[in-house]
């Protein structure tokens, strides 16, 4: 574009730093942020959720939380993609608890997560074997109508009978039935009735 005397704008940057970020080239993105701040180009809330969804794909939080606080300098304020950058961050260092105290600073700022960031926060629970969390980002999913599939409904209810929380596992049956979101292939008697056999058969 600098050959044919074509001046890059917003938009030209804004692409080049999300193409870099997106196959994990930090730096570059980087470079070419510093280059657009040298040249006086105007940057908006596009350049920096780029900028951190690129070191968020490379597990630099740190970096990514200080461009966060660069928002303020610049009069923007983070959205839904700033947020689910940041937490996608935390999900890939397996910080589901972290994870999931910037997902509540979402909601508070009056944004709405959309499934690809409760999955996201999902996985990190299952991962990390942490049902019960996985259970309370479930309740939040429900709440705002939204189904998540059968394996993983089946991982959580079985990953909490197994820690001794029956009752959560209860819970979320009932929540999926009350709010109409049994996925398809999940039976729920089917299931707690194969748990109890289990029970029956290590216990009798």
């Given at each position: 574009?600098?050959?044919?005397?074509?001046?890059?704008?917003?938009?030209?940057?804004?692409?080049?730093?999300?193409?870099?970020?997106?196959?994990?080239?930090?730096?570059?993105?980087?470079?070419?942020?510093?280059?657009?701040?040298?040249?006086?180009?105007?940057?908006?809330?596009?350049?920096?959720?780029?900028?951190?969804?690129?070191?968020?794909?490379?597990?630099?939080?740190?970096?990514?939380?200080?461009?966060?606080?660069?928002?303020?300098?610049?009069?923007?304020?983070?959205?839904?993609?700033?947020?689910?950058?940041?937490?996608?961050?935390?999900?890939?260092?397996?910080?589901?608890d972290r994870a999931f105290q910037l997902y509540k600073?979402?909601?508070?700022?009056?944004?709405?997560?959309?499934?690809?960031?409760?999955?996201?926060?999902?996985?990190?629970?299952?991962?990390?074997?942490?049902?019960?969390?996985?259970?309370?980002?479930?309740?939040?999913?429900?709440?705002?109508?939204?189904?998540?599939?059968?394996?993983?409904?089946?991982?959580?209810?079985?990953?909490?009978?197994?820690?001794?929380?029956?009752?959560?596992?209860?819970k979320l049956c009932h929540e999926m039935k009350a709010?109409?979101?049994?996925?398809?292939?999940?039976?729920?008697?089917?299931?707690?009735?194969?748990?109890?056999?289990?029970?029956?058969?290590?216990?009798?």
């Open positions: 574009m600098k050959v044919m005397n074509v001046t890059p704008n917003t938009v030209t940057y804004n692409t080049l730093i999300n193409g870099y970020g997106q196959v994990g080239n930090s730096n570059m993105a980087g470079k070419v942020y510093d280059e657009m701040l040298r040249n006086g180009v105007k940057t908006d809330i596009l350049t920096y959720n780029a900028l951190i969804l690129g070191l968020c794909k490379e597990g630099k939080t740190k970096k990514a939380a200080f461009l966060v606080k660069e928002l303020d300098k610049e009069d923007l304020v983070p959205n839904a993609s700033t947020f689910s950058a940041l937490i996608s961050g935390q999900c890939a260092r397996k910080n589901s600073s979402m909601v508070r700022s009056g944004c709405h997560p959309n499934e690809q960031t409760f999955k996201m926060l999902i996985s990190a629970f299952i991962e990390n074997e942490d049902f019960e969390g996985a259970f309370n980002v479930l309740m939040d999913m429900f709440a705002r109508s939204m189904a998540s599939d059968s394996n993983t409904l089946l991982e959580i209810c079985d990953g909490l009978c197994q820690c001794g929380k029956e009752s959560l596992a209860m709010r109409r979101l049994i996925p398809v292939g999940f039976d729920r008697a089917e299931h707690f009735n194969s748990m109890t056999e289990k029970e029956n058969r290590t216990f009798g």
